[in-house]
């Protein structure tokens, strides 16, 4: 993954490498789709050709996991939600930085990296001890208990015209392999 990572080099504009939209990432809300018993999560790939290399497919598909994420905050904020920041937790976001970076640059929002390796039992904790009386209230508890940020990730604003482009490439994209094999 290492050797993967380091081979990686920057999309320019111009340059329409290889672009995923997959059922699996998120974009078609696979939990959503599988309560109404639709079971035929699928995705499109354009871009593949016989000398694509290994960083690009790499690439590719963390594009895709990042691009879904944000068509999930995208979807989140028009139906009045509102996301103040994002946190992350666990694997990904304490391994690999290049996924993270490249979360901040696609959303435009810094992303803070949780210092603990536990975050989700460390939460149950927090509420446990704020439950019990031990803390006046969940935010002191996490005040006591939690530690501090780990890393945060700021979005590169030279990054973000391209990026623009690909992730309206990959709706577009995404809402045609919705069409095809979803839609029938």
């Not at 623009?164 to 809402?175: D, F, N, Q, T």
Request: a positive charge; hydrophobic letters at 50%; aromatic letters at 10%.
């Amino acid at each position: 993954m290492l050797r993967l990572r380091h081979a990686l080099t920057p999309i320019k504009k111009g340059d329409w490498p290889i672009l995923f939209a997959i059922g699996f990432t998120g974009y078609f809300a696979s939990f959503c789709l599988q309560m109404l018993g639709i079971n035929r999560l699928t995705g499109s790939v354009v871009g593949l050709n016989l000398s694509a290399t290994a960083p690009e497919l790499y690439y590719a598909f963390a594009e895709a996991t990042v691009f879904a994420t944000k068509a999930i905050l995208d979807h989140l904020a028009e139906n009045g939600v509102e996301i103040g920041r994002l946190v992350g937790i666990g694997g990904i976001s304490q391994k690999s930085p290049f996924v993270m970076q490249l979360l901040a640059d696609v959303t435009g929002m810094a992303i803070e990296v949780s210092g603990s390796a536990h975050s989700c039992a460390l939460g149950a904790v927090v509420h446990a001890a704020a439950a019990a009386g031990l803390y006046p209230s969940v935010g002191a508890a996490q005040r006591a208990l939690c530690p501090s940020v780990a890393r945060v990730y700021t979005p590169d604003a030279a990054k973000s015209g391209i990026l623009a482009l690909r992730y309206e490439r990959y709706r577009a994209l995404g809402a045609f392999t919705e069409n095809l094999f979803i839609n029938r």
